[in-house]
């Protein structure tokens, strides 16, 4: 794949990595999974409207935001899913704030952490409570470009090509195992609202497409194997 040439392509369509084929049968044993989201929700609706239209075998256990003003919270509860606000300035240190984290996945049965949105950094306490079993999605093709200012930077460094991945969580911030990745091309006259619109499209497409892949019987036992 030429990701050099944007001519290879229609301007906004993106590459994307290889599809993964939708569970035939999504309501037999679907993956129970928790969203860590703090911001408008378009990533978590996109998830439920794929479960709920019976294109992803999986089950939204619970929704847990920290931003009390989060959007995402209305959506989820609009649609019956449970959602808890954790505020991370009523906690002194990460890991107790983390902590607290763990103990609402584990008491609602999740299985696989998926973060849409999550702008906090994580410590060991959750990642050693879900080894290899969390998720993130970040707009940029990384290892370029992590951090909060992803799309900025993509921008300011001229970048003919951006795009978003999905990724294992580990300790350091957008870093680990990258599970899926959609190409989207830059144009001269994006801003960063323009270019996050044109990736978020993007991403409701491979966060889903990688949360179908962990789904998949006896594929997840080998997701972190065949990537490394
Ligand atoms: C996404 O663009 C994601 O890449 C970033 O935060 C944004 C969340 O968007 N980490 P939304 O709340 O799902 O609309």
Request: charge should be negative; charged fraction near 15%; proline fraction near 8%.
């Amino acid at each position: 794949m030429n990701l050099s040439s944007p001519d290879v392509s229609p301007p906004d369509q993106a590459l994307v990595s290889p599809a993964v084929q939708p569970c035939d049968h999504p309501q037999q044993n679907p993956l129970k999974i928790g969203i860590m989201a703090s911001g408008t929700g378009s990533n978590f609706v996109a998830i439920a409207d794929a479960i709920s239209q019976q294109h992803l075998a999986a089950q939204i256990q619970l929704v847990i935001y920290n931003n009390p003003n989060a959007p995402v919270a209305d959506r989820a509860r609009e649609r019956g899913i449970p959602a808890a606000l954790l505020n991370h300035r009523d906690f002194s240190q990460r890991e107790a704030f983390d902590q607290q984290i763990v103990d609402l996945l584990h008491t609602a049965d999740v299985e696989w952490v998926v973060m849409v949105g999550w702008m906090r950094r994580v410590t060991h306490v959750l990642i050693d409570a879900f080894p290899d079993r969390i998720i993130n999605i970040h707009p940029s093709l990384l290892p370029s470009f992590p951090g909060i200012r992803a799309i900025e930077q993509a921008i300011e460094y001229g970048v003919t090509i951006s795009g978003c991945t999905v990724h294992i969580v580990r300790l350091e911030v957008d870093s680990g195992p990258i599970l899926m990745q959609a190409a989207v091309p830059v144009h001269p006259e994006d801003t960063p609202t323009s270019l996050h619109h044109r990736i978020q499209v993007q991403e409701h497409d491979i966060i889903i497409q990688a949360i179908a892949q962990i789904a998949q019987p006896h594929t997840s036992h080998n997701l972190l194997t065949h990537r490394h």
